[in-house]
């Protein structure tokens, strides 16, 4: 019985106002790579153009942005305005309340930061555009978008300014603090999304672990949160 | 023997300082129950807790034996107004009620959704979207997902908020009908003529305390022996209120400022003797007017009466 609560809430995510804002967020990798296009300097090496361009920008910011907003919505919003009260007096499994919800979560967020990285690859890297040099990056962004909405799905039923305690780890742990110190890394969804980026782009510094360790830490992280945010949906206070 | 619909023990329910409710115990069956009381009593936190969207600070609050916050299979069996939260904005009205229904497990959810959508006369606006209804129209879109499902218990919290004196008509109806029918409905409302009309039974919370408890007719009864104040205005107000001490009618006389305040324990001797004490006394009546006869003051002389307070 998920599908309904999955189109549900993709309905209701796609219909806000936020999503136009994002929408505006995911443009700007794009339109800084058809600035790049369009003023190319002679000899630039557009790999490396495209490589700062995901590792720098969409990766750490524009998807973990994305998908933290569209996860804490997906049950945010509804917590205040109250409708949360018509999926949660059902006789549904919470844990399958919270896959719906992560999933449409995710798929908002895909349906802005896929056409977003593929345009940007497509501008930037020019006539290099390859699959392998678009295609590894877009599983960075997808796997680690996945992470970002679980986490933050949990967040908002955790607490009630999570949006902000989002983008404190967005910004201060993963933005500055895991880009100098290597075992902080550790603790950041976007270095393990890096690691499948890194598997076609240069990066400057070595990837926080492999394909197969990134991917599975990746999968902890959505599992865990998935499964703590049923157990804070049986828990918590609602309106 | 099968669990009772609702079954509180010694509930109580405190947000930081404030007590919304204090140790409270009852169980709700067959019928429509009525919940009573002012805004702050405790009602909506009574039927949060049973519709296990909170959790009792101390105490037990069991729906047909189970706690709904550990096992949601028992929303089978239960259907939920809330009072402050619309539905879905963005979908039709039949969307809704085919969503509940189907969320609810009914295997026909769309004939089911329709039958609810009729009972509650929504037809014409079914495929209407919800943004656009009226309140009393998206109050009975809350009732159509309630009963979608044909649930054992029903719990709304101020049903009749915003409905026409005729759609308050058909909703009455239709909740002594499910109660008739051996659903266990419960009912809250800060009204008592409202409420005795479809509920046999009451329960009236008065700042988080269950203070009275019983027939409709019981709590009625109560309210009316209350003692009564009057405020009398007449020319001869002194001899008046000596004439008036002799009454049986008449429980206290005060005087201040001219005025005579009565009180009694039967108003309506009273209302017989006062002209008849008047016209003795040559005592022209300016004025006869009740003291604290609003609702308030009736919660307030049963939840002090629980205490074993009033006089």
Not at chain 1, 2 to 20: M, S
Not at chain 1, 75 to 82: C, I, P, S
Not at chain 2, 128 to 140: E, I, L, P, T
Not at chain 2, 257 to 262: H, N, P, T, Y
Request: aromatic share 6%.
């Amino acid at each position: 019985m998920i599908l309904p609560v999955y189109r549900l809430t993709l309905r209701a995510l796609l219909l806000q106002r936020r999503t136009i804002m994002l929408a505006v967020v995911v443009l700007a990798p794009v339109a800084t790579s058809l600035i790049y296009a369009l003023a190319r300097p002679g000899g630039s090496d557009t790999v490396d153009f495209y490589s700062g361009i995901v590792q720098k920008l969409f990766v750490p910011a524009v998807a973990a942005l994305v998908a933290l907003v569209f996860g804490v919505s997906a049950f945010g919003d509804e917590r205040e305005d109250g409708t949360i009260l018509y999926l949660v007096a059902t006789p549904q499994p919470r844990l399958e309340l919270v896959v719906a919800k992560v999933a449409a979560a995710w798929t908002a967020s895909l349906v802005l930061l896929v056409p977003s990285l593929v345009l940007s690859g497509l501008l930037g890297l020019g006539s290099a555009a390859s699959l392998r040099l678009i295609g590894w990056p877009l599983v960075g962004v997808v796997l680690a978008s996945l992470a970002y909405c679980a986490a933050s799905s949990w967040l908002s039923l955790k607490t009630r300014r999570p949006v902000v305690i989002g983008v404190i780890y967005i910004l201060l742990w993963e933005g500055s603090v895991a880009t100098y110190a290597a075992s902080a890394a550790k603790l950041s969804i976007s270095a393990y999304g890096s690691a499948f980026v890194a598997h076609a782009l240069p990066q400057s510094a070595p990837p926080v672990a492999g394909l197969v360790p990134s991917a599975l830490v990746l999968a902890a992280v959505v599992v865990l949160a998935a499964w703590g945010a049923a157990r804070s949906l049986a828990r918590t206070e609602l309106p | 023997m099968s669990a009772p619909a609702i079954e509180f023990t010694g509930v109580s329910r405190w947000y930081g300082d404030t007590v919304s409710l204090a140790d409270v115990s009852f169980t709700a069956d067959a019928g429509v129950v009525g919940l009573l009381g002012h805004n702050g009593a405790g009602k909506s936190t009574t039927l949060k807790l049973c519709a296990g969207f909170s959790t009792p600070s101390t105490g037990t609050v069991r729906i047909y034996g189970d706690n709904p916050r550990r096992n949601p299979d028992v929303y089978r069996r239960v259907g939920i107004v809330p009072d402050h939260s619309p539905p879905w904005p963005f979908l039709t009205a039949r969307e809704v009620v085919e969503l509940s229904a189907r969320l609810h497990k009914v295997p026909d959810y769309r004939e089911a959704a329709a039958r609810a959508i009729a009972t509650v006369e929504l037809e014409p606006a079914a495929d209407r979207r919800v943004a656009g209804f009226s309140h009393g129209m998206r109050q009975r879109v809350k009732l159509a997902q309630a009963i979608a499902h044909e649930p054992d218990l029903l719990l709304l919290d101020e049903p009749l908020n915003g409905l026409d004196p005729t759609q308050r008509e058909h909703v009455i109806a239709l909740l002594i009908r499910l109660g008739e029918q051996g659903r266990t409905v419960v009912v809250s409302s800060h009204v008592l003529h409202e409420v005795e009309r479809m509920a046999p039974r009451v329960l009236v919370l008065v700042n988080g305390h269950l203070v009275a408890e019983g027939s409709t007719a019981g709590i009625r009864q109560l309210i009316s022996e209350r003692p009564r104040r009057v405020l009398v205005t007449a020319d001869n107000a002194r001899a008046l209120a000596r004439e008036l001490m002799s009454s049986a009618a008449v429980d206290a006389v005060r005087i201040s400022d001219g005025a005579i305040e009565v009180e009694t324990s039967e108003p309506s001797q009273l209302s017989r003797e006062l002209p008849a004490a008047a016209g003795r006394t040559q005592s022209l009546l300016r004025l006869i007017r009740p003291v604290g006869d609003d609702l308030e003051s009736v919660y307030t002389y049963l939840h002090d009466r629980a205490r074993g307070q009033a006089r």
